[in-house]
């Protein structure tokens, strides 16, 4: 596959030639390699209605700022750091270490793994509604701290470079296996990070909608150990293997 050498700013894309000393206007196989537009006998990246396929760790796309691997991206002005991102849409940025996660509209951002994020906002950075889904198993009635995908060690970070608010609801839903009975709980709680520190305003447990045997409890608390996030803790019952996916969504909003 032709590296791309260009991209002007009408959207015209040119390849380094074969001696590697030159540039070229490529093949179509060349242009359709990216996801790009064949037009004219020329390769455009605007009008293009396929994904741009990044990968490795150059920056293939000059419309786009991609240092991450395997990202699939539609849309200008993106600033891609993380790996296996999908992007539709202008001036979002995915933060290191987001990998796997959606960015959708304009001015999104994401920070934590697997995270959709939509937003409109005219200012980057500044605000966003966030979907996040966290997996795991309990054995016991012990508190065991849930992560992002199932994935060990994957939190809800804070980005202490602002001041932010978190509104979240969550959906919490769990499975005994042994018997087939279901627990599942509707809620919200919000925090703020300000001053430098993280706080739980409040915590409002919902509708909990259960078969009655079951006991269990989701919760989350603010911790500054492991670099300073939001963690999600469930609870089970002795005796109980339990599965359990609880989702976020989180509306958040933040300056600096």
């Not at 070229?24 to 537009?37: F, I, M, Q, R, V």
């Not at 304009?106 to 966290?134: C, D, H, L, W």
Request: proline share 1%; charged share 20%.
């Amino acid at each position: 596959m032709r590296k791309i050498d260009s991209i002007d700013s009408t959207g015209k894309v040119l390849f380094v030639d074969d001696k590697g000393t030159g540039t070229t206007t490529g093949s179509k196989e060349d242009c359709l390699a990216y996801g790009y537009n064949y037009t004219g006998s020329a390769c455009y990246i605007q009008n293009n209605n396929k994904s741009t396929q990044t990968k490795g760790n150059t920056n293939l796309d000059k419309a786009n700022n991609v240092r991450g691997a395997n990202n699939n991206i539609l849309g200008k002005g993106n600033n891609i750091q993380a790996k296996n991102v999908t992007v539709l849409g202008n001036s979002h940025k995915a933060y290191y270490g987001s990998d796997n996660s959606t960015l959708i509209g304009r001015n999104a951002y994401t920070e934590n793994y697997g995270e959709i994020a939509m937003s409109s906002a005219v200012i980057p950075n500044r605000a966003k509604f966030s979907i996040y889904q966290y997996n795991g198993i309990t054995t016991d009635d012990s508190t065991t701290e849930i992560y992002l995908g199932g994935k060990d060690g994957y939190k809800l970070y804070i980005n202490t470079d602002y001041e932010s608010a978190y509104a979240i609801d969550y959906t919490a839903c769990a499975l005994n296996a042994s018997s087939n009975e279901i627990w599942t709980e509707y809620g919200r709680c919000t925090y703020k990070y300000v001053n430098n520190t993280l706080t739980e305003v409040g915590h409002q447990k919902g509708t909990t909608i259960r078969d009655s045997a079951l006991d269990y409890a989701c919760d989350f608390a603010p911790h500054t150990h492991d670099a300073i996030h939001i963690s999600l803790d469930v609870t089970g019952e002795t005796g109980h293997t339990a599965y359990w996916t609880v989702v976020l969504r989180v509306t958040e909003v933040r300056y600096a």
